[in-house]
């Protein structure tokens, strides 16, 4: 087993796998002297996620589901990255993949849904089960579960009330969801032009 120290983590790893990774607000300097740091002092703000990580043991049939299921769109990285991964856009943030023969997912991630009845309507019509879906009363949130082909939960949710920011203006979680992409830099992904 290999300690994994640094000013912001610990953890170990044994075999290549992370077994855990804790944050930290106190460490030791090179030189040896305990240091601490205010939570704020710790990261830079976090402005989105901006992947997730999922494993699956099928390319091509996880594509199909997630392009059928939420119109995920395929990022096509160049012939290198995408014979050992694949990533895809759904709405303002992606899914990259492990792949495994087995895979072994645990916990779950959640996406946004615009329009909730048409997402169940499209579940229903593609035979895609879902556990029963939840209201909560106080905020007329709706919420269901779903697992994709190698048992990846995903949880669907729907904030109907909106979100506002720090001025009170009403503001959507893209403001141009299907038009947003990610600039390629120089040297990465497939040559264009």
Same mark, same amino acid.
């Given at each position: 087993?290999? *300690? ?7 953890? =170990? @790893?044994?075999?290549?796998?992370? !077994? =855990?990774?804790?944050? !930290?607000?106190?460490?030791?300097? @090179?030189?040896? *002297?305990?240091?601490?740091? +205010? ?9 989105? $996620?901006?992947? $997730? ?28 990255? %995408? ?10 943030? +992606? ?8 895979? %072994? #997912? ?7 849904? *615009? ?6 309507? %499209?579940?229903?019509? !593609?035979? @895609? ?33 909106? !979100? ?9 979680? *893209? ?14 992904? #497939?040559?264009?032009?």
């Amino acid at each position: 087993m290999t *300690a994994l120290t640094g000013r912001y983590s610990v953890g =170990a @790893v044994r075999d290549g796998a992370i !077994l =855990a990774f804790v944050s !930290l607000n106190r460490w030791k300097s @090179v030189d040896g *002297a305990v240091q601490t740091a +205010e939570r704020g002092e710790i990261m830079s703000r976090v402005t989105m $996620i901006q992947h $997730i990580n999922i494993q699956i043991s099928d390319k091509d049939r996880s594509r199909d589901w997630y392009e059928k299921v939420f119109g995920a769109e395929f990022l096509d990285r160049g012939p290198e990255l %995408n014979q050992r991964q694949l990533q895809l856009r759904i709405g303002n943030g +992606e899914i990259h993949s492990t792949f495994t023969p087995t895979p %072994n #997912p645990s916990g779950h991630f959640a996406l946004e849904i *615009a329009d909730w009845d048409e997402m169940i309507a %499209n579940l229903d019509a !593609l035979g @895609v089960e879902y556990t029963p879906p939840s209201v909560r009363a106080y905020a007329d949130v709706h919420s269901t579960y779903i697992k994709d082909p190698d048992g990846n939960m995903i949880e669907l949710v729907q904030h109907p009330m909106g !979100l506002r920011d720090s001025k009170g203006n009403t503001v959507k979680i *893209a403001h141009d969801p299907e038009g947003m992409v990610w600039a390629r830099n120089p040297g990465f992904g #497939p040559a264009t032009g």
